[in-house]
């Protein structure tokens, strides 16, 4: 089994982990070397100021590295991000609509892993771009 296949087993059977519960995100497309979620920021998603938070486009971006370079492994494997850089560009809101968090692998090496993600609308508008950096490592079976 490729982590291709995996993601897409997970996929298939409908499950999500439980941050992607708690915050409506649905993993729509994955290919290898290329995953898409989707999700809709609401008022539950507010910061103090009304906006919808940050952590919100940096759970999507940051998700969408991580399972970019997963796509992209031989075996099942354990992408954890050691760096990651978002550049936000818009506010979203309820009145936002559906956002995409598109990721693309860049390079995968034995180790190490480059992706990057952007956040756009339905019309493509740009909200916020990442780049990542990620430890690729063997999956401890037993947890």
Known sequence: MTGLDEIRAMVAGGRRPPMMELLDIDLVEVDKGYV???ATPGASHYNPLGIVHGGFAATMLD???GLA????TDVPMTCVTLEIKISYQAALSARTGQVRAI???ISLGR???????RLVDQAERLFATATS?????E???TS
């Open 69 to 72: 370079a997963s796509s992209a």
């Open 139 to 141: 999956r401890n079976q």
């Open 111 to 117: 180790r190490v892993a480059f992706t990057k993600a």
């Open 103 to 105: 990721g693309r692998l």
């Open 63 to 65: 998700s969408a590295c």
């Open 36 to 38: 898409m979620f989707t």
């Open 133 to 137: 950096t990620l430890l690729v490592s």
